[in-house]
DNA sequence: TATATTTCGGATATTTTTGTCTTTTATTCT
DNA sequence: AGAATAAAAGACAAAAATATCCGAAATATA
């Protein structure tokens, strides 16, 4: 569905958008550390994700990660977009070169219509909205295996 | 969504279906012509199929591959399960350990309402209807671009 | 200014997926 | 039996995804 480096960014972006709302940086290792990913293949992630601007970053002592305050809501397709592209939200379920009503794989209508479900979810949900219930103890980013 | 050999692999359970009514054999290099796919990777691909036991093949002249006639339907989570496995069914759609109601991720509510009803296709819809669509001319395994 | 901190950027390494090639084995036909 | 055909099996190659490393640049603090 998503690569390991999409899976990454949307809980990245989650959980600095549950720690930014003061004015507060966050540094790598914490956000590694918090979403359990490897801490350099995250730092590549970071690197896209501030040159697509969803997220700004400072370097130095007390720099780091964040989300501007009084931004407006990100939604999860972006940064699917900014990681994955899009591709996967209007290609073929079955590899055709084009996606077609009129030239329909097998399962185009099916799938056609699940993928659109999973569009519109990314298009609907934000990384805000994610991070309120995140920060209710609603969910979780990560999970402790024994 | 799915890997590329199980997007072929689909295809070419279908094209199979769609010509095995007869006691037809069909060859590899048929089938990599019909589904637009490489024909090394596609024997890869067939052979495994076969040790699953989802197709029957003979070597030697008018060999090839076919589905034996008279068997139970073959649905397309069989497919998927003998290719790329299960975990994209049952796994968490931020990829954490377990996909779990108690210690959701955060977009586990929606995620998986979705993943249940690719399940649900998967589950429902069977090679040979599909087959059946294909002979019917209501959809293609290969696309003709200039 | 000097030092410590932290991201940035580029190079490199590993793993997985995708794709290819060659030899062997089974089967059919002559 | 011998020749031709086609899949099976295993080794190999290329590409992409995942992951790591290191020096450079920026920034804060002393
Ligand atoms: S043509 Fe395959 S999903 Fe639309
Ligand atoms: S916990 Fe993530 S999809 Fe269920």
Redesign the pocket.
């Given at each position: 569905m998503f690569?390991?480096?999409?899976k990454?960014a949307i809980k990245a972006m989650i959980y600095l958008s549950s720690r930014s709302d003061e004015n507060l940086?966050?540094?790598?290792?914490?956000?590694a550390e918090e979403i359990d990913?490897?801490?350099?293949?995250?730092?590549?992630i970071?690197?896209t994700l501030?040159?697509q601007q969803l997220v700004n970053?400072?370097?130095?002592?007390?720099?780091?990660?964040f989300i501007e305050a009084g931004a407006p809501e990100i939604k999860l397709i972006e940064v699917v977009k900014a990681i994955d592209g899009l591709q996967f939200v209007s290609g073929c379920g079955l590899g055709l070169k084009r996606c077609s009503e009129t030239h329909p794989c097998p399962i185009h209508f099916e799938y056609s219509q699940i993928r659109d479900a999973m569009l519109n979810l990314l298009e609907q949900q934000s990384i805000q909205s994610l991070a309120n219930e995140l920060q209710a103890g609603n969910s979780v980013l990560k999970q402790h295996l024994d």
């Open positions: 690569s390991k480096a999409c990454y940086k966050i540094g790598l290792r914490e956000i990913s490897p801490e350099p293949f995250t730092a590549k970071m690197q501030t040159k970053s400072t370097k130095g002592p007390h720099g780091g990660f």
